[in-house]
């Protein structure tokens, strides 16, 4: 009998599709994870489920959209935060059920309460930070100063196996592939297989690199330039972490995914010099729009799956998935049985690693007051925006992104016979959501958030 596979998930934070060089990106180079989409599957249409932080790790977790997850906005930071609902499982609970291991390193921010925390969610093992952002070298949480409310003041935000820890100084970047490379050790000294989850942080704000990583970018503006460092950092842990499963004869049944949670940033505070334009250094591609956006641009993201053993090298396939569809592809890797679970995403593995077609669905979105649809090549976005201070850039629009890329041309009139019944699906899948929300969930955010 072949031994169960061992799983890692890679995540990214506030990455835009083109910065990878195996996406498009010319001014900088990422030679591991090049390497890994290179001897994998590479995806040129793989879809965050929301264009923001938290419900998109939500529905990474749980294979369900954030609204089904009990997650739908970007999640406070504070000690008494709400979070992912214990009645959610995760791939850490559905895996633990089968005898794995299950370490997570890195960013959560899946809430804060005991109730939410990794520990709760199925995982043996975690490090890192459970609030939205933190500083890099200090691992303290500042957003929500001077906001009032229970964040008012800064908190620190280090923990391993919940329980604080210090470590002042250190970048936290490196430490996740520190403590990640400790975990494969630990999980292969045992019999059992293993899940790592390893959500970066990077490259979302505060932008900080140092100056080993900045130093290889210096013809770049420093925008561009501290973004690459960022995910240049991030590129040397994901090939330090690579190179440790080779070590451990662990590799080629290892089945690891990479993507990242949204589009990239145009937050002013990215800069760091009290500069108010928006900020430019992450890149989209030639997608319109950016984190917080239902156009292309906040939801469309790098997508690697690599695994020696079963999926074949060199692949780059073009239908639409999503990260909804990472836990059914786990779970049936790992002989678990999809009929136990609430999933609204897919199996993948078949069709990484044997060719056979994913059957045509619908993938839909909402975010604030913003709702979408995708249909085959037809994409269709209610009160969508590009930025999110901004008004709605249209209250219906739609692209044939087989001819339209870039969400360009409105077809909304010109091609009714597709936009008023998109239009009439995609509410009422939002008022699925809505009614799911009131009934099941809302009551656990009230006075928490």
Not at 95 to 110: A, E, I, M, P, R
Not at 155 to 184: C, P, R, S
Request: aromatic share 12%.
């Amino acid at each position: 009998m072949m031994r169960q596979p061992n799983f890692i998930v890679f995540l990214t934070d506030d990455q835009g599709y083109g910065d990878l060089s195996c996406m498009g990106a010319d001014d900088f180079v990422t030679p591991h994870l090049d390497r890994m989409a290179d001897e994998g599957s590479r995806f040129t249409c793989w879809y965050s489920n929301s264009p923001v932080c938290s419900p998109s790790r939500a529905s990474l977790l749980t294979g369900r959209y954030p609204g089904n997850a009990g997650v739908r906005s970007i999640l406070a930071g504070h000690r008494t935060a709400a979070g992912l609902p214990l009645s959610t499982p995760t791939i850490a609970t559905a895996l633990k059920s089968l005898d794995y291991q299950t370490y997570l390193s890195g960013k959560w921010h899946l809430g804060l309460e005991e109730s939410a925390r990794p520990h709760s969610h199925g995982f043996d093992r975690w490090y890192g930070h459970m609030a939205g952002c933190i500083d890099y070298f200090s691992h303290v949480f500042y957003w929500g100063a001077n906001r009032g409310g229970p964040g008012q003041n800064p908190t620190h935000d280090l923990w391993e196996d919940n329980q604080e820890i210090w470590q002042n100084g250190e970048y936290f970047t490196e430490m996740i592939v520190e403590k990640a490379i400790l975990y494969i050790r630990e999980a292969a000294r045992s019999d059992k297989p293993f899940f790592l989850y390893v959500p970066f942080n990077a490259p979302h704000y505060p932008m900080h690199a140092p100056e080993k990583y900045m130093n290889r970018f210096s013809h770049l503006p420093w925008d561009r330039k501290v973004m690459a460092a960022m995910i240049s950092a991030v590129d040397d842990g994901v090939g330090e972490i690579m190179a440790e499963l080779e070590r451990q004869s662990v590799a080629d049944n290892t089945c690891t995914f990479f993507t990242s949670d949204n589009g990239p940033s145009r937050e002013s505070r990215n800069w760091l010099d009290g500069t108010i334009d928006p900020y430019y250094g992450g890149t989209a591609g030639k997608f319109k729009g950016h984190k917080f956006s239902l156009f292309e641009g906040g939801i469309r993201e790098p997508g690697i799956i690599h695994w020696p053993d079963r999926v074949p090298g060199r692949q780059v396939l073009d239908t639409p998935v999503a990260s909804m569809d990472v836990f059914p592809t786990i779970l049936t890797a790992a002989g678990g049985e999809m009929n136990r679970y609430e999933i609204d995403g897919i199996n993948l593995l078949s069709h990484v690693a044997d060719g056979i077609p994913l059957e045509d669905r619908d993938l839909c979105w909402e975010q604030d007051n913003q709702t979408a649809i995708r249909r085959g090549p037809w994409k269709l976005v209610l009160n969508g925006q590009l930025l999110e201070e901004e008004a709605p850039h249209d209250e219906v629009w739609l692209s044939n992104l087989d001819e339209d890329i870039g969400e360009q041309v409105n077809l909304r009139d010109a091609r009714s016979d597709i936009s008023t019944p998109l239009a009439e699906e995609a509410q009422a899948w939002r008022d699925g959501i809505e009614a799911r929300w009131d009934r099941d969930y809302a009551p656990a955010y009230q006075g928490t958030t």
